[in-house]
């Protein structure tokens, strides 16, 4: 959107003439408010040259304009149906489907949905074809992919690779020479190790919604994964049980392991909670959240074996003390409150 939104503008008024729309919205995140002038800018010169607004280009019978429009920052409206009903000024909280936003979707309107990358990719097949398109990828991926490269690399930023390339080309011409892992697709995509680094990049083998970070060996993979479970709390809307509680158990347990309270009976915990938010959340938001720790679970499993205590179990808080003020209010002191004898000893002056 900085360097091509004209090409994201052209394959939305593409799209616009092949529906028959005669409005577009782009919904930009609260992240992204400083690109909004150059946006303007760029859609006004559109509309300039006759490629936006009534009758384009000289056709009655052809009238589409963008808007944009902007978000608070929520994890959850790229979810096409949140954000929809954010786009109507509402909370961003997905929709229960069906009916799908192709049938009723803003204003209970059949709407589309789709990101940057599928609408430049159109704009670009419109003027010169699928074959072309065709041309570059795989057997069942065609095209290119665009990848967004980050951590320790010693070039970050934006590549575009055709569908097939191998992770391991990708960090060799990013310059992360020290990988250990990578979280593909960002915190709710896979996190893959060594061992998967010579698996493709297309949909038959591992597809990426485009987010790369490198983790090399001077990390701990836990820190990262522990931010993960963090970031998924504040984005979880509330809207549904196994999320709204899930994202908070999972924080919990990441927390206990990575400051070196952790029982293998937790990293079981993990695993149960994490396939239950798979199969009982609402939206996709939940059902990918336990993915870094499931992944880093099953891939790196020394980043949580190290931590761990030699005891079967232990609990997540010191149930003695959280008997303290009862003692404190009702003024016992004798063995009977409390709850064995070394915590009476420990107690005693
Ligand atoms: S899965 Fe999470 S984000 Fe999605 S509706 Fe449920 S609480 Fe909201």
Redesign the pocket.
């Known amino acids: 959107m900085q360097d091509f939104a004209d090409l994201v503008f052209e394959g939305m008024t593409v799209c616009g003439r092949v529906i028959g729309a005669r409005q577009g919205f782009v919904y930009l995140r609260g992240e992204y408010r400083y690109l909004v002038d150059a946006l303007k800018a760029t859609l006004q010169s559109r509309r300039e040259a006759g490629l936006l607004g009534e009758a384009i280009l000289g056709d009655p019978s052809f009238s589409f304009d963008i808007d944009l429009h902007i978000g608070a920052g929520a994890y959850?409206c790229g979810e096409e149906s949140a954000l929809i009903e954010s786009l109507e000024g509402k909370h961003g909280?997905?929709r229960i489907r069906p009916p799908f936003p192709t049938t009723h979707g803003y204003l209970n309107k059949p709407t589309v949905v789709n990101n940057v990358e599928t609408f430049a990719s159109a704009a670009k097949i419109a003027v010169q074809g699928g074959e072309w398109f065709a041309s570059r990828g795989t057997a069942e991926s065609k095209g290119t992919k665009l990848l967004s490269l980050s951590g320790d690399c010693e070039r970050p930023g934006i590549y575009e690779y055709p569908f097939g390339v191998t992770v391991r080309q990708v960090l060799e011409d990013c310059g992360a020479r020290d990988a250990q892992g990578i979280q593909m697709a960002g915190p709710a995509g896979h996190m893959i190790s060594a061992k998967l680094f010579d698996r493709r990049i297309c949909f038959e083998d591992l597809a990426t919604g485009g987010s790369f970070m490198v983790f090399d060996h001077r990390r701990d993979i836990l820190d990262g994964i522990r931010n993960f479970a963090h970031f998924f709390v504040h984005e979880?809307?509330?809207?549904?049980t196994p999320?709204?509680v899930g994202t908070s158990l999972l924080r919990d347990l990441v927390d206990k392991v990575h400051t070196g309270h952790g029982t293998r009976a937790d990293l079981e915990e993990m695993r149960k909670l994490g396939q239950i938010m798979r199969v009982g959340?609402?939206?996709g938001?939940?059902?990918t959240a336990p993915n870094p720790v499931l992944d880093s679970l099953d891939q790196f499993p020394e980043a949580y074996e190290r931590r761990l205590r030699s005891t079967a179990f232990e609990p997540a808080f010191d149930m003695n003390a959280a008997l303290e003020q009862a003692r404190w209010l009702t003024g016992r002191t004798d063995p009977a409150a409390y709850l064995d004898e070394e915590a009476l000893v420990g107690a005693m002056p």
């Open positions: 959850v909280v997905p979880s809307c509330g809207f549904c999320c709204r959340s609402h939206c938001l939940g059902q």
